[in-house]
């Protein structure tokens, strides 16, 4: 019992570091990325101690740093309740969000199978969505508690971009759920670890092309990024619903909008690409198509997964990075058009698509 | 049997707090606390689905919607006529009580242990099944009406459509 609840917690604490780690240094990766595209030499100015030699390390604790620093503005109108909690149920659904996403197969200690995962729920997908949705609060809550004109107009605007984009995110994963007939995101990483025709391995992004597409623009519009910033929008409503946050209030929102992209790029990987697959890897070592086999110890088959995972989660961020940086941001009526116009029938229409194809070939073997 | 209590304890909490907070955004914020709450409860009961869905549908979705409409209209213009809302409120909860007082003395107690959930209960397959194969109709009529009130609303907000 003690040792079960042991394991659960490590697994938890694990996950919380990892998603939390990721997003400080995708913050460094964000000022470097965008100095590269504009060529520039950025974030070389930290120095700790008189000593500026490591840039990444001196900029990930200068960063927090000086936002813990500054003074916490509260405004005098405001509400000084909800301005305070805003913030927290900013980062809170970006960091839960993580617990039911495999990042890896069993481990096996001795006798003790270990699931790679913190939550094993039976309907792990709901879970996602339903924490996601949660997400809105935060900007919605923040903005009025702000008292702020700006900040209510990036209020508004967040509220009716996510609600849409929910949709259709929602409905393009039912397609990927109907190929692989579960809702555990466990048992939907297993089933692509499956070989189409005896070499392709069966990712979703090969049986879901579309469903990909519309899940991936779907999620950057609900990370609220660059070509989907509307609830920012700078140039426009001054800094949105976070115009009045100064200081680690402000921080939170930050780290949330990261933590929240490393978790969109864990879900887009565990439902499109494979989760922990490493292609032709299976429990005791590579099988490749062509007969060859390699024989690994059971411990070098979990890191290589589960270096695998990691990889391919840092990969989505880096493309939120570039996309950030290449995209120009888009009016609000083509956000709606975008999300109610486009996605959401296409999405309909793949379902549909999906369904027939699965009765055809269900009625034709 | 203790979070029960604690979960239950809290939900009760919030939901008062929904009806007595002056501030119509802390009303909301609050039902959004109870309604997490009881979908919490949920859990605790073997179905996880509906917790979930309730969650998503209701403390995500329409909650925010609620929220959007309180931002949208000032809410300060609503403050009038308090006598008479306090009057229909309090008749409304005299019944509401009166009523589940008569149902629950109508439930005959029940002795010992509470039966096991059977296999499955709760789950997505079973959900479906009973939905789509024993309630079909009826679920493909709600799914008309909501149609109806869609198309309705629409044409009401837009009449020079």
Known sequence: ?365 | MILFFILAALSVIFSLAVVFQRNPVHSAMALVATLFLVAVLFLTLDAPMVGFLQILVYAGAIMILFLFVIMLLNPEALERRRVFWWGLGSTAALVLIVEMAALLSAIPAREGRIAAVAEGFGSPEMLGRTLFRDFVLPFEIASVLLLVAIVGAVVLAKREL
């Open chain 1, 1 to 365: 019992m003690i040792v079960e609840l042991g394991i659960v917690a490590a697994k938890a604490l694990l996950v919380i570091f990892m998603v939390l780690n990721l997003a400080g240094v995708m913050g460094w990766v964000e000022r470097k990325g965008s100095a590269l595209i504009q060529d520039r030499i950025g974030a070389n100015r930290a120095s700790v101690l008189g000593f500026a030699g490591l840039g990444l390390v001196n900029t990930l604790l200068a960063d927090p740093i000086k936002f813990l620093m500054k003074e916490d503005f509260i405004p005098p109108r405001g509400d000084r309740l909800l301005h305070t909690l805003a913030p927290c149920l900013a980062l809170f659904p970006a960091l839960v969000t993580f617990a039911v996403i495999p990042f890896g197969d069993v481990l096996m200690v001795g006798e003790r199978e270990i699931n790679l995962q913190v939550a094993n729920i039976n309907v792990g997908i709901l879970y996602i969505f339903a924490m996601a949705s949660l997400s809105v609060y935060g900007i919605v809550i923040g903005a009025w508690a702000s008292n702020n004109k700006f900040s209510l107009l990036g209020g508004v605007r967040g509220s009716a971009q996510m609600i849409s984009y929910e949709v259709a995110m929602g409905l393009s994963v039912i397609g990927v759920l109907m190929v692989y007939g579960t809702l555990e995101p466990q048992q939907i990483v297993r089933s692509q670890g499956e070989l189409l025709g005896g070499w392709l391995p069966a990712w979703g992004i090969l049986l879901q092309p579309l469903a990909f597409v519309l899940f991936f623009t779907a999620a950057v519009a609900e990370t609220k990024r660059i070509p989907f910033d509307l609830p920012e929008g700078e140039s426009e409503i001054v800094a949105g619903f976070h115009t009045e946050y100064s200081g680690g209030k402000f921080l939170m929102f930050f780290a949330g909008e990261f933590a929240e992209m490393v978790t969109s790029a864990g879900l887009m990987t565990t439902l499109f690409f494979g989760g922990w697959q490493v292609p032709y890897l299976v429990r005791d070592g590579f099988h490749f198509p062509w007969g060859t086999i390699w024989l690994l110890p059971h411990l070098a088959v979990v890191l290589l997964q589960v270096g695998m995972f990691t990889l391919k989660v840092v990969f989505f961020c880096w493309l939120f990075v570039l996309l950030r940086w290449t995209l120009p941001r888009f009016r609000y009526d083509q956000v709606m058009r975008l999300g109610w116009k486009m996605l959401l029938p296409l999405a309909l229409l793949n379902v549909m698509v999906t369904g027939v194809v699965i009765v055809v070939l269900h009625n034709g073997s």
